[in-house]
């Protein structure tokens, strides 16, 4: 299934700001560059005037303006597309400002105009026509088709680059960004227009570093003498300082005394003067935790950061490096973040946090993402080599007739047509097909997806819910929000507000005959409705940890089967977070399961949730552990409730109700057992289901998803682990699958 406008990168926001003011100030051309907090959007354009609105993964973002005089190849439609304009030949033979400036005054001002124009595309921008439709490009991505030299030549237009370039043109306007996190294809050019960037900024800035790291030194290194110095060297005269040192240096390039900034001031004039250097560097560091670490950069490109192999962790590394773009909470540099993901276990685990740490739609006080970055995908059928038209832009399926490539071949079928070949031909190598995932992904699941191992659960169905899950439009599914008091009387009724910033996720909202039904025995409250399901919880007892680094608290609700106004054997509630102190995390916990007016079964090894719970009166909310009768609980059991996690049994009776879960009820039932065939499993909450693809029942202590998860199966299936009186203890068979093929097969 193919999700709603997946294929539409850039929406265009119609009215976004009031016609009137988009008017007024665009008459008065007093519209800054950068961030406009009342409006809530990022200013690209740098003449004071807005153009369209337009939204690329969740950032608003003004473009300039359409002028009144745009580029046109050719007066017919069919014929518009991007052509590169050679360099006039007489400008060609010129290699230096000092060669210029031994120019005669007529020479100069014949191309003075030329050159000026050329500055003004670098700094502000370009328009043609494509395809009959006005078409706008930002300076760097102008500075990359127009006079970056790659290893084919000079570099195609794609539409798929022009969108990165916008985004990355917002990163940098934007006071609150610290740059990028490109979550890419094999093959998309970023290498190449990471390079292009250094040596765009490199040779403007006055007194400034550039710095470049990659998976390994020997790659930053390549990257720096392969790209950087070449693009450099190629730059024509007006754009390219002198430098200091050897033409083809290995380590730095130093544009320091003699060089010089060249500007449309001094551009012609004589100068016979010693010329001011830009002091101004670009270089590369081997692959460490604590590369640049001291330093201060203007401009960081971090290549191949989803391939950082132990010792080395990118996550660490970010923490130094995103110091080196600071000075207190000014940003000053700005990092060009770029990557495809290895497997978890090599590196690719730590950019998968780092790249979910920079999601636009979650922001701190600040206005800031966790990490600082703002994220960023474009799907493999954007950018796929083949399959770019003329015009730049994809061809997604097969068409109806062969259409002109970019290359000068004839397209004949699409680029997802090509992709789904590829995975049919891979379906029997579990491995080879993941690879082939992460190298062209069509979601974020399958830049990120694992190779094939023996697993706990059945990895078979897993996928096949997390890929049908990325087909959906999410939200019209699940509710991000948070619980309150109404009217901020505590102990009263729960109240449930969407909200962007809210902690919860929700898919199924109990109508209100349901919601905030809790009955009162003996001065303590109980659940109203045990019978539709319960919770799991894995709860935490200290508000501050040692680096910030402590395990997240996780909350889980899930239904049984019922014959009410609720779905059946159905997750609806996911949440997963750490708030500021544990108290908030009690309070959120609690609210939730009277919102519900569901039980909760909680870990007891760390029981200052349950004494929340009984302090408030609320302990009949609190289950007991059901694999044991209550005259066999100890006197914390009896006075708490709760379920410890240290014992043996209780691991495997936890393992083994969520794997029984996920094999009826998670993704396809091809044997018909549980539901039809072709029914999909409704499993909404994707974060707990690549969890469960990764838990190790050996080391339980980072999957706080998939323990609250499987609490609340254990939760909702209570009678299934009460002993038998004649029986000291459960005989539970757990299985284990090995999912080296096309469908997971338990190991007997």
Same mark, same amino acid.
């Given at each position: 299934? =193919? ?16 016609? $009137? ?43 300039? /303006? ?31 400002? %000092? =060669? ?23 700094? *502000?921008?370009?328009? %043609? ?12 991505? +102008? ?10 030549? %000079? ?14 043109? $917002?990163?940098? $306007? ?14 998309? @050019? ?24 990659? /998976? ?108 080196? !773009? ?7 540099? /700005? ?31 600040? @206005? ?5 970055? +703002? ?49 049919e031909s891979l379906k029997k190598d579990a491995d080879a097909l993941n690879e082939f995932y992460r190298q062209f992904p069509r979601t974020e699941s399958h830049a990120f997806r694992d190779e094939s191992k023996s697993s706990l659960f059945n990895l078979t169905k897993i996928y096949q819910q997390i890929d049908f899950n990325d087909s959906l439009i999410m939200e019209h599914h699940v509710t991000q929000g948070k619980f309150y008091w109404k009217d901020g009387v505590v102990d009263s009724e729960v109240v449930w507000a969407p909200d962007s910033r809210g902690r919860f996720k929700i898919s199924w909202s109990p109508p209100k005959q349901l919601s905030n039904k809790k009955i009162k025995r003996n001065g303590t409250y109980y659940p109203a409705n045990e019978h539709i399901g319960a919770f799991g919880c894995d709860s935490y007892d200290i508000s501050g940890t040692v680096g910030g680094r402590g395990s997240n608290g996780a909350l889980h609700g899930l ?36 919102? +519900? ?5 909680? *870990? ?15 302990? @009949? ?7 044991? #009768? ?21 691991? =495997? ?14 993704? !396809? ?17 994707? #974060?707990?289901?690549? *969890? ?10 980072? %999957? ?45």
């Amino acid at each position: 299934m =193919q999700k709603e406008d997946q294929n539409k990168l850039l929406h265009v926001v119609k009215e976004y700001i009031p016609k $009137a003011v988009l008017s007024k100030k665009n008459k008065a051309k007093t519209w800054l560059y950068g961030y406009n907090e009342k409006y809530d959007f990022v200013n690209i354009s740098k003449n004071g005037e807005v153009g369209e609105i337009v939204n690329i993964n969740g950032l608003a973002i003004g473009i300039p /303006k359409q002028p009144k005089h745009i580029h046109k190849r050719s007066d017919k439609k069919h014929n518009q597309y991007w052509e590169r304009h050679e360099a006039p030949v007489e400008l060609n033979k010129i290699n230096s400002i %000092f =060669q210029w400036n031994q120019m005669s005054p007529t020479f100069k001002a014949k191309w003075i105009d030329y050159i000026e124009g050329e500055f003004d595309k670098r700094d *502000e921008g370009y328009w %043609f026509y494509n395809n009959g439709k006005p078409t706008y490009i930002t300076g760097s991505h +102008y500075m990359y088709l127009q006079w970056t030299n790659i290893d084919v030549g %000079f570099p195609d237009f794609r539409e798929a680059n022009r969108l990165f370039f916008i985004f990355w043109e $917002a990163c940098k $306007a934007d006071k609150r960004c610290f740059g990028m996190s490109y979550l890419k294809i094999r093959r998309s @050019g970023f290498s190449f227009m990471g390079a292009s960037e250094c040596v765009n900024t490199g040779t403007l800035a006055k007194d400034s570093r550039v710095g470049i790291l990659s /998976k390994t030194g020997a790659d930053a290194k390549k990257l720096f003498t392969d790209k950087v110095v070449p693009i450099s060297s190629r730059l024509p005269f007006f754009f390219k300082p002198i430098q200091d040192g050897m033409d083809k240096p290995k380590t730095e390039l130093a544009f320091r005394v003699p060089a010089a900034k060249i500007t449309k001031k001094n551009m012609h004039e004589v100068m016979n003067e010693e010329l001011d250097g830009l002091d101004t560097t670009i270089d590369w560091k081997n692959t460490d935790d604590n590369s640049y670490d001291g330093e201060k950069l203007l401009l960081l490109v971090h290549d191949e950061s989803g391939k950082w192999i132990k010792p080395n962790n990118i996550q660490n590394n970010w923490r130094v490096t995103k110091t080196c !773009l600071r000075l207190g909470s000014k940003v000053i540099g /700005k990092c060009m973040m770029g990557s495809t993901s290895n497997s978890l276990s090599k590196g690719g685990e730590n950019f998968k946090k780092l790249y979910d740490d920079s999601n636009i739609r979650n922001r701190n006080a600040n @206005g800031q993402t966790k990490s600082g970055l +703002y994220s960023l995908f474009i799907p493999m059928e954007w950018n796929m080599e083949g399959f770019i038209d003329i015009y730049g832009m994809p061809v997604f399926n097969k068409p109806s007739s062969a259409v002109k490539g970019v290359d000068g071949e004839m397209i004949t079928y699409g680029a997802i047509d090509y992709w789904e070949a590829e995975v049919e031909s891979l379906k029997k190598d579990a491995d080879a097909l993941n690879e082939f995932y992460r190298q062209f992904p069509r979601t974020e699941s399958h830049a990120f997806r694992d190779e094939s191992k023996s697993s706990l659960f059945n990895l078979t169905k897993i996928y096949q819910q997390i890929d049908f899950n990325d087909s959906l439009i999410m939200e019209h599914h699940v509710t991000q929000g948070k619980f309150y008091w109404k009217d901020g009387v505590v102990d009263s009724e729960v109240v449930w507000a969407p909200d962007s910033r809210g902690r919860f996720k929700i898919s199924w909202s109990p109508p209100k005959q349901l919601s905030n039904k809790k009955i009162k025995r003996n001065g303590t409250y109980y659940p109203a409705n045990e019978h539709i399901g319960a919770f799991g919880c894995d709860s935490y007892d200290i508000s501050g940890t040692v680096g910030g680094r402590g395990s997240n608290g996780a909350l889980h609700g899930l239904t049984k089967f019922n014959m009410e106004h609720a779905p059946s054997n159905e997750f609806f509630l996911e949440y997963v977070a750490r708030p500021q102190t544990a108290e908030i995390f009690f309070e959120e916990v609690l609210m939730a399961c009277i919102y +519900y007016s569901m039980p909760i079964l909680i *870990e007891n090894n760390k029981p200052r949730l349950l004494y929340h719970f009984k302090n408030r009166g609320y302990r @009949g909310f609190c289950m007991n552990r059901p694999d044991r #009768r209550f005259n066999k609980l100890s006197k914390t059991e009896r006075e708490l409730g709760g379920i410890p996690n240290s014992s043996e049994e209780v691991k =495997q009776a936890h393992a083994t109700a969520l794997e029984s879960y996920i094999e009826k009820q998670v993704g !396809l039932d091809l044997e018909g057992s549980y539901r039809p065939s072709d029914e999909m499993g409704t499993m909404y909450f994707t #974060r707990t289901l690549e *969890e469960w693809a990764r838990f190790d029942i050996s080391n339980r202590t980072k %999957f706080d998803a998939t323990i609250s998860s499987g609490l609340a199966v254990m939760a909702n299936q209570k009678s299934v682990y009460l002993p038998i009186e004649k029986q000291s203890k459960i005989n539970l068979n757990f299985a284990r699958y090995n999912n080296s093929g096309t469908i997971s097969q338990l190991i007997r």
